[in-house]
């Protein structure tokens, strides 16, 4: 086991090289004056050439590559063109906020997601299947801007249940620790925090829990539906267990691998793509960073944000695949 | 002195609603087996073994499977007036079964310790460890070597054989006082089958269960069963004991399938196979169901579905060959 986590950590090398050579490529990959298309047409020549000097795109591109990779090992991702802060800071800040929104979206979705699945696989054809698979079906059909709106609307507009953005409400002090908001306030035993941030993270986290939450349903479901007419569900059934245990262990456990591939793909979407989401709640994550860099063509910060989702990524990937030898003995590493 | 059977199926119907139709793939299956007795059912593929089989277990899926008629008493006590719940602490305590193929019929997911524990644990209250301990028995008992730490192993660990046995142990995880055994050998090679079977034959001696064997394999009969019914499209058509039936089978169904066995004694050019396939059981023809397939049918077997005659003491056979006026056919 622990062979393999190592084998697959160094495999993990060459991938994260090839992230790195696209994350860096993307400057170069702009037609035209990198310096040119990040500070517009109105820049002189000066001020161009002083980007040029900064970013020290003078140099060959190997030499820049070369230095990109050294200073994103040393922990330095660069700064950003526009606002001169450490992308490194930032992300402090935002990583958190994104992985506490991902998390949260993923654990609804897979909790609600996997109990769907099974009871419309168990009750096939039932009025719960239909009702819960068209559900599914407009689970991922609605697009997420138009449903985080209508959440607004509902949850925050009429019935004033839920604030509408942001992570805290203004005014409610917490001592950030880690920067998850729900784990330090309850670090700190701060539960008025505690409660805020929590109201806070429901709606976006349901609107970005959505569309996982229907494809792991659906998958759920399927994947059930083989696994409950195999010989060994008929021989829990003769064995005289009972029917909980038969559906929830015998066969979900069975039934899960293929759930837990696309938990984690959808986990790792979820890090990198909650840019729909995060902008519609006013959410300080990763994915509104991201998407203002990319609009301010401020590069520096695209690249080592992609750098350090993708590397995200990789790592969810691998923790996936660890947990499959658990779910199934016959899984060989070798 | 006469042993009361220890579990009796009386006129039993399964039927199948399905879309295209109702599928009849039990209609009218009565028997009895006594205690220590091993009771034999032989037929093609599809011809409701199976599911008279786990209509006896009430593991029939409703829908679109329903018992639509017939009685099952275990002991005396009605099965089918039981709940679900009280069905379920029947099985795999008091009746139980075993499977096909082995390769299948045991989880690949958990140990074969989980497994029979939990078994056990359903049905006893013991603790974690006597559970484990007496698995260890039933391990030993079916001819597993060091079955301590063979208990850590998962299926996939064990032969075909090997897992048939642990398939084995795990029915016997509470000595049940009826095994169903639903073709426990057809998956198996078959050196492997001869130690199942003589497996089965020490255990049941041991332990004094009666064993229903269901097999399309007359050698299997042969080996193992006291008395046999010979099931043909979900109606048994020939019932007697083992030695009455290969020495003067009556049905022609039954000389068919014992025709078709390969004899070293008299070498044949051909083995007869019996033509044709077995019927449509969602439009079984009016008559004898096999009639369409035999050699020797009359024309009043297309239209009248024949009753079962007693021939000799305990064996019956469903054949208008012998209602009286056919007596001279014989």
Known sequence: ?334 | MEQEPILEVDNLHTHFFTKSGVVKAVDGVSFSVKPGETLGIVGESGSGKSITAMSIMRLIKDPPGKIVEGGLTFKGEDLLAKSEKEMRSIRGDRISMIFQDPMTSLNPVFTVEKQMVETIRAHRNVSKKQAIDRAVELLELVGIPSPRSRLKSYPHEFSGGMRQRVMIALALSCDPEVLIADEPTTALDVTIQAQILELLGRLQKELGMAIVMITHDLGVVAEVCDRVMVMYAGKPVEFAEVTELFDHPKHPYTWGLIGSIPNMENRQERLEAIKGLPPDLRALPEGCSFAPRCKHAMDKCQSKDPDFKEESAGHQVRCLLYEEEEVAVK
């Open chain 1, 1 to 334: 086991m622990l062979n393999y986590i190592i084998r697959r950590l160094v495999m993990i090398i060459p991938v994260l090289l090839g992230v790195s050579i696209i994350a860096f490529s993307l400057l170069h990959m702009i037609p035209g004056d990198p310096a040119r298309s990040m500070l517009g047409n109105k820049a002189n020549e000066a001020q161009l050439e002083q980007l040029r000097e900064e970013l020290r795109l003078n140099d060959p591109y190997l030499v820049q590559y070369g230095r990109f990779v050294t200073s994103t090992l040393q922990g330095d991702l660069g700064k950003s063109v526009k606002s001169n802060n450490p992308v490194g800071e930032e992300l402090k800040n935002r990583l958190p906020a994104t992985m506490e929104l991902s998390l949260f979206a993923i654990f609804i979705a897979t909790v609600v997601g996997v109990l769907a699945g099974v009871i419309a696989a168990v009750k096939q054809y039932s009025w719960f299947d239909n009702l819960s698979m068209t559900g599914a079906l407009f689970g991922v059909s609605i697009p997420i801007f138009w449903l985080g709106l209508m959440m607004i609307m509902l949850f925050s507009v009429t019935l004033q249940w839920l604030p509408p953005s942001g992570r805290l409400s203004t005014g409610v002090e917490l001592d950030t620790i880690t920067n998850f908001y729900i784990l330090d306030s309850i670090l700190t035993l701060n539960w008025t925090a505690f409660k805020d941030s929590v109201t806070h993270l429901l709606m976006p986290g349901i609107a970005l829990g959505t569309i996982p939450m229907a494809i792991i349903a659906r998958m759920t479901r399927s994947s059930m539906l083989e696994v409950l007419n195999q010989d060994y569900i008929r021989t829990a059934n003769a064995k005289g267990l009972a029917s909980y245990l038969v559906v929830f262990q015998h066969a979900l456990k069975n039934a899960f691998l293929p759930v837990l591939t696309v938990i984690g793909l959808q986990f790792g979407f979820l890090l990198g793509g909650a840019v729909l989401t995060e902008t519609i709640f006013s959410w300080p994550g990763v994915g509104r960073y991201v998407l203002q860099a990319i609009l301010g063509r401020d590069y520096p910060v695209v690249q080592s944000t992609i750098l350090v989702v993708a590397v995200m990524f990789v790592f969810i990937n691998l923790l996936t695949d660890i947990l499959y030898k658990y779910i199934d003995p016959r899984i060989r590493f070798d």
